[in-house]
């Protein structure tokens, strides 16, 4: 078996998306993600009905994933799944999956850390997207993780900052319940930021030692400043929804940035990268690209597809573990606290 023609096939089921990816050496030739809209009724993601989905859906998107990357379970070289951490029941459906495949095609297996995956897509063969060289830094921003992780190399991580409550995304999506939006409500609080005032308004940034984070008392602050101007004027949400949206958005990107310069400072570190449904936001973005002017940083920010969650990333680093013959025992079991 020589390693130029691997193909991998890889498995996410880690929160509420069920996913299935084949790469073929670096480059992905299918990346399937079946969303499951029934947590927006409930306005967050419901464990036990996204287990059931993945239930139903895993076996119709591992075959979409094949039949897209145009090749058949028999020409696969390994499997590769999220192992963790993730919500467990969700865990549990795409480990026995993988498990099982991998038994009936007498293929290895390589569990895959869902954090280390967010970073790795980095690594994806994609035209006009560059890789970062080691070391460098990655901020991973998303509706259930917040890190900044110093990278030296694939498989050697150091997380050196993360939340200590609230991750960036659930920030927007309290923020959003609070201002009465759909969930989630990163996407629609960014649009309207762009439209509005974002020194409108001033919420106190927290003040958290070192490189972690710390979003509850945001939310806790918009939720009083929100209560307080509603009494006076029931209509102040209608009125200054842009504004509000902007101010919010100013506040947390300011929190962001603020950390990643003292990381780079600490570090010494300028090569930025940034993975994770929230590095979707045009906040973050143009603060990046004003980085690279200010502070000489050189930033990059992967193809959209491969920052929400999705399989892809879980193929690439089943790729370069395959590469390090990195396979895991038949007896790997999902783990929802699994560190970096
Ligand atoms: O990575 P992701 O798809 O799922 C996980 O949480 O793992 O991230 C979803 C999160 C949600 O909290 C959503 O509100 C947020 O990313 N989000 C955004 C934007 N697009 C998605 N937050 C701010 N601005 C956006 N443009
Ligand atoms: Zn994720």
Redesign the pocket.
Known sequence: MGSENIYILGIES????TAASVIHNGKILSNVVANQKIHEEYGGVVPELASRAHQQNIVPVVHQALSKANITKDQLHAIAFTRGPGLMGSLLVGTSFAKSLALGLNIPLIDVNHMQA?ILAHYIDEEGFKKPPFPFLAMT?????TQIVKVNNYFNMDVIGETIDD????A??KS?KILGLG?????E???RAQLGNPKAFKFTKPKVDGLNFSFSGLKTAILYFIQKETKANPDFIAENLNDICASI?YT?IGILIDKLKKASKETGIKHIAIG???S?????RQALKDGEHKFGWTTYVPKFEF???NAAMIAIVGYLKYQDNAFSASNVTASARLKL
């Open positions: 880690s929160c509420d998306d967010h921003i998303s509706g259930g993780h991750a960036v995304g659930e927007y999506d959003g969930y989630p409500a990163g996407p609080i960014d649009k958005q947390i994770g449904g929230v979707a936001n045009s906040g973050i920052t929400t969650d």
